[in-house]
């Protein structure tokens, strides 16, 4: 049975509540919502003054959002995305939303087919592969380039007694997830060396640990220096990172580069380095339609990057933007302009096919 004291505790207690409550609520933010007429009471088809805020408050959210599709979360892409959100995003004129993504070649699909998705980072080589195996209809009229941003490095990772990439011959090499610019690379590169090895599709977190376990012979990851996937991997552990070699027929598509022990100072011997190519990455784009709101979003989008790019030279940004080149052009690719104005829409086009806000 309650007691008189406890009663007067919790009408005491209620109304210490009700004050804070009225203490917390902020001066001159959101007003409170009227209350919702009952039923049968004014005009059944009137909107409510309440579903009128809501739809402006949505208006207002989505007018300067754009989404941007990276990569996983050990990838750079990932962080390029997320250093593009932290300095491009006012809350307000301009919202950026970082996307974990699934690989260059699925990063193009999404640009094309995905509502919200307006800008993703993928591999330069990525566009004239998807071209070739013919993947999606109209690629070469609705995908663009904004920038080109860095290079990225080609890692192969070894297991113990493993030291060239002949070695590999018949052996399970992990290529990460099909469809991710890893596997396309991977498999162009063992190609070209006339290499057959036994690819595997695992995530490369799960790779790496199966690598540690002697369960495949090698991991495959194409990311930019240095990537955090193997920032764990201790001294001594008896892995260790394969030379590729740039013969002439990789260097008609990629660059020379090298890993150093800088870069990887539990991997690489003090004093060393190991050769690789490399693989330049682009923030690919939607080609919108001049003159239509997406077109906008993405052009303050662009005004947006090169007014702070100074922002992205220092830290805590990912050391990858200083080998940024805004004016750099991309071999096979058409730069988005976004000082075009308005033009007809295209019959068929993405903007005909969905809600363009």
Do not use: C
Not at 107 to 119: C, F, S
Not at 154 to 178: C, K
Not at 277 to 292: C, D, E, K, L, Q
Request: proline share 7%; aromatic share 6%; charged share 20%.
């Amino acid at each position: 049975m309650t007691t008189q004291p406890d009663r007067r505790g919790a009408t005491r207690r209620r109304a210490l509540l009700l004050g804070a409550g009225a203490a917390i609520a902020p001066a001159g933010g959101l007003a409170q919502a009227p209350a919702l007429p009952r039923a049968g009471t004014g005009p059944a088809a009137a909107p409510t003054l309440s579903t009128q805020s809501l739809a402006a408050l949505t208006a207002r959210a989505n007018a300067g959002t754009v989404g941007v599709i990276s990569g996983g979360i050990d990838g750079t892409y990932v962080r390029i995305a997320a250093d593009l959100s932290a300095v491009l995003d006012d809350g307000e004129a301009l919202r950026v939303l970082a996307i974990l993504g699934k690989g260059s070649l699925q990063n193009l699909a999404d640009i094309m087919l995905l509502r919200g998705v307006d800008i993703g980072i993928v591999q330069s080589d990525a566009l004239a592969f998807a071209r070739r195996q013919r993947l999606l209809p109209g690629l070469e009229t609705q995908i663009q380039y904004i920038a080109k941003l860095y290079d990225e490095e080609v890692h192969i990772l070894a297991r113990p007694g493993i030291g060239s990439l002949s070695e590999l011959a018949g052996q399970a090499v992990n290529v990460d997830v099909r469809g991710s610019g890893t596997a396309m690379t991977a498999g162009l590169l063992f190609e070209t060396l006339g290499i057959a090895i036994r690819p595997e599709h695992d995530v490369q977190d799960t790779a790496l640990t199966r690598l540690g376990a002697g369960e495949i012979a090698a991991q495959v990851f194409v990311a930019g220096k240095p990537a955090r996937l193997f920032a764990g991997v201790p001294p001594g552990s008896g892995l260790r990172f394969l030379p590729v070699p740039a013969t002439p027929a990789l260097l008609e598509t990629y660059l020379p580069s090298r890993l150093a022990a800088a870069d990887y100072p539990a991997l690489v011997p003090e004093g060393t380095a190991v050769e690789t190519i490399a693989v330049g990455a682009v923030m690919a784009v939607y080609a919108w339609t001049p003159g239509i709101e997406r077109h906008r979003k993405v052009a303050r989008f662009v005004e947006a990057l090169n007014a702070n790019f100074g922002r992205f030279l220092v830290p805590p940004r990912h050391p990858k933007w200083r080998e940024v080149n805004l004016a750099a052009q991309v071999p096979g690719w058409t730069r988005f302009d976004a000082a075009a104005g308005p033009l007809p829409r295209r019959r068929g086009s993405r903007e005909e096919r969905q809600d363009p806000s």
